[in-house]
């Protein structure tokens, strides 16, 4: 089945700097969405693309849907404690299809 | 105005009891799915349901799982004589269409078999 490789797995980076990470995959996708899931708690939805080439922001975060639209980008800015997390994207295989293919997860460590 | 909301939050489960998982959408929001989170591991799809109809239940397990979801009261995912590898985080989403935007998550309902 289709698959997201979601990378990387896990960062510590120092508050105040810049994080990034990525979403590929083989197949094409329609939607992006990047989302944040807390300790113990559900995913909230941070960031939605729809487009290729679409560029995105939401505060200090912000998204890309890759030209090829096999891949997709997050990057948050200034990075603060409470950015602690899991962050997950989610791939819609093809149009109207209601299904999400989620990604692993990049287990985000801010250290004060 | 309240979002998604599951219960119970955590459920302890003997092997082959039976779980039995609640999920009530948001206002407004009459398309519901249900997805599994196994530790370390993104989010599995495993039904789509809209009121009284089960639109794909694709990624739910042919045996032992049954999900509904009513005309009246909230989606039920039912997990009979429950095993050690259902233990998981049990996410419950719902959304105005077909998901088209994005879908709403509850909190989750945490089910630990021992």
């Known amino acids: 089945g289709q698959q997201l490789n979601q990378s990387p797995q896990s960062m510590f980076i120092q508050e105040g700097e810049d994080v990034s990470m990525n979403c590929t995959s083989s197949s094409i996708f329609n939607t992006w969405l990047w989302y944040k899931q807390d300790p113990g708690e559900g995913p909230v939805l941070l960031i939605a693309?729809?487009?290729?080439?679409e560029l995105t922001s939401n505060g200090r975060l912000t998204a890309q849907f890759g030209i090829t639209r096999k891949d997709s980008f997050l990057n948050i800015s200034a990075s603060i404690p409470s950015d602690v997390g899991i962050y997950f994207c989610?791939?819609?295989?093809?149009?109207?299809?209601?299904?999400?293919?989620f990604g692993t997860g990049t287990r985000l460590k801010v250290l004060a | 105005n309240a979002g998604v909301m599951q219960n119970p939050r955590h459920l302890v489960r003997r092997r082959g009891q039976e779980a039995r998982l609640r999920c009530s959408p948001m206002k407004g929001h009459s398309h519901v799915y249900w997805y599994r989170q196994l530790p370390e591991e993104g989010l599995k799809f495993m039904v789509y349901?809209?009121?009284?109809?089960?639109?794909?239940e694709s990624g739910m397990p042919k045996e032992r799982f049954s999900a509904e979801f009513p005309k009246e009261g909230p989606s039920i995912l039912r997990i009979q004589q429950v095993v050690r590898g259902d233990s998981a985080a049990y996410f419950c989403?719902?959304?105005?269409?077909?998901?088209?935007?994005?879908?709403?998550f509850g909190s989750g309902t945490r089910l630990t078999v021992v």
């Open positions: 989610a791939g819609q295989p093809t149009s109207g299809t209601y299904k999400y293919i």
């Open positions: 349901l809209q009121k009284e109809n089960i639109i794909d």
């Open positions: 989403a719902s959304s105005p269409d077909r998901g088209d935007y994005g879908y709403t």
């Open positions: 693309l729809y487009k290729a080439g």
